[in-house]
């Protein structure tokens, strides 16, 4: 009897053991099952994002090949600017036709230029002029653009004169700056300001080379002579909205010497930023400059400028568009 009762417990707990391992085993492929659906979810959610993966980097290429296509208008643009810019600026030989010892460094800080340059033969003087105009870039050279257009209209009319009053000529290119740049912004153009403007070298030579007089709007003239390097200033007020816009622009007279040396320039050498301290060039560097510079012959002296500013501005951005003339009177 007691044999038959252990048998019996025994078989009663192999049953139970093999109910639970098949319970067991039915849970597992249930968990089994539902890992199977959870997969498949994120599958899915996986194989969404890859399509608007797809989707977004197919717009973004299409996105970028349309800024490139623009952006390749917009330069082609721009450089048939600067061809027009170009080819209303005199190119370095027409200067050395009428001064033959004569050099031009200018470089622009973008593809067209804020500063612009001119020389105008009247019948009893070369006028010079060297100009800076608001910013750089395009909006500097629509700037440029509209002080060319003035010069050209205005300079003609003085051209029997036997006395060249630098100073009114400053004046009247004010007006028409200002004028120009006020209709301008009345007609809706939000690109231009009224204050907008530009600083200008005005210089007129006598036909013998002996006489220079100059009226000068916030900018500067260097004359080198017996190894000494002068600073000739002139009034701190632009060609444009200022203050002191009332006031006439003063006229100077310069006698002239055999071997002169005559530096006309923009300030953007001046303001480069660069050197060992990390700092600008200054009015001061460059009148040391073109002193240790100005008893050279003028290939040398342009070669010798150019590196100067070359070595101040490696590694950092040209800050501004760069102009300077050098002419010896003979």
């Given at each position: 009897?007691?044999?038959?009762?252990?048998?019996?417990?025994?078989?009663?707990?192999?049953?139970?053991?093999?109910?639970?391992?098949?319970?067991?085993?039915r849970s597992s492929i249930s968990e089994m099952e539902a890992m199977k659906s959870?997969?498949?979810?994120?599958?899915?959610?996986?194989?969404?994002?890859?399509?608007?993966?797809?989707?977004?980097?197919?717009?973004?290429?299409?996105?970028?090949?349309?800024?490139?296509?623009?952006?390749?208008?917009?330069?082609?643009?721009?450089?048939?600017?600067?061809?027009?810019?170009?080819?209303?600026?005199?190119?370095?030989?027409?200067?050395?036709?009428?001064?033959?010892?004569?050099?031009?460094?200018?470089?622009?800080?973008?593809?067209?230029?804020?500063?612009?340059?001119?020389?105008?033969?009247?019948?009893?003087?070369?006028?010079?002029?060297?100009?800076?105009?608001?910013?750089?870039?395009?909006?500097?050279?629509?700037?440029?653009?509209?002080?060319?257009?003035?010069?050209?209209?205005?300079?003609?009319?003085?051209?029997?004169?036997?006395?060249?009053?630098?100073?009114?000529?400053?004046?009247?290119?004010?007006?028409?700056?200002?004028?120009?740049?006020?209709?301008?912004?009345?007609?809706?153009?939000?690109?231009?300001?009224?204050?907008?403007?530009?600083?200008?070298?005005?210089?007129?030579?006598?036909?013998?080379?002996?006489?220079?007089?100059?009226?000068?709007?916030?900018?500067?003239?260097?004359?080198?002579?017996?190894?000494?390097?002068?600073?000739?200033?002139?009034?701190?007020?632009?060609?444009?909205?200022?203050?002191?816009?009332?006031?006439?622009?003063?006229?100077?007279?310069?006698?002239?010497?055999?071997?002169?040396?005559?530096?006309?320039?923009?300030?953007?050498?001046?303001?480069?930023?660069?050197?060992?301290?990390?700092?600008?060039?200054?009015?001061?560097?460059?009148?040391?400059?073109?002193?240790?510079?100005?008893?050279?012959?003028?290939?040398?002296?342009?070669?010798?400028?150019?590196?100067?500013?070359?070595?101040?501005?490696?590694?950092?951005?040209?800050?501004?568009?760069?102009?300077?003339?050098?002419?010896?009177?003979?």
């Amino acid at each position: 009897m007691l044999l038959l009762i252990i048998i019996a417990i025994v078989f009663l707990g192999a049953c139970i053991y093999l109910w639970k391992g098949i319970d067991a085993n039915r849970s597992s492929i249930s968990e089994m099952e539902a890992m199977k659906s959870r997969a498949a979810q994120l599958q899915e959610k996986i194989d969404q994002l890859e399509a608007q993966s797809r989707t977004q980097h197919e717009q973004i290429e299409s996105d970028e090949q349309l800024i490139a296509r623009e952006s390749e208008q917009t330069t082609i643009s721009i450089r048939y600017a600067e061809g027009i810019q170009r080819s209303l600026i005199p190119s370095e030989q027409k200067i050395r036709n009428i001064f033959e010892e004569s050099f031009v460094y200018f470089e622009p800080k973008d593809i067209v230029s804020g500063d612009f340059y001119n020389i105008f033969q009247l019948e009893n003087f070369t006028m010079i002029i060297v100009a800076d105009c608001t910013g750089h870039g395009v909006p500097g050279g629509f700037l440029s653009m509209l002080g060319m257009a003035g010069l050209r209209d205005l300079l003609p009319k003085y051209y029997s004169h036997t006395h060249m009053p630098t100073g009114e000529i400053l004046d009247k290119m004010r007006d028409f700056v200002t004028s120009s740049l006020a209709s301008t912004i009345e007609g809706g153009d939000d690109t231009m300001e009224v204050s907008d403007g530009m600083d200008m070298t005005m210089a007129a030579i006598s036909a013998d080379r002996r006489m220079m007089t100059f009226s000068l709007a916030d900018h500067n003239i260097y004359l080198g002579r017996d190894g000494e390097m002068e600073k000739l200033k002139g009034d701190r007020m632009p060609i444009g909205r200022h203050p002191n816009q009332d006031k006439h622009f003063e006229e100077k007279s310069l006698v002239l010497k055999p071997g002169d040396m005559l530096y006309f320039c923009s300030d953007g050498i001046q303001d480069q930023i660069g050197g060992p301290d990390d700092c600008k060039y200054l009015t001061k560097r460059l009148s040391k400059l073109l002193k240790e510079n100005a008893w050279k012959e003028i290939p040398e002296q342009k070669k010798c400028i150019s590196k100067e500013v070359d070595d101040w501005k490696r590694g950092y951005d040209q800050v501004d568009d760069q102009t300077l003339i050098g002419i010896r009177i003979h």
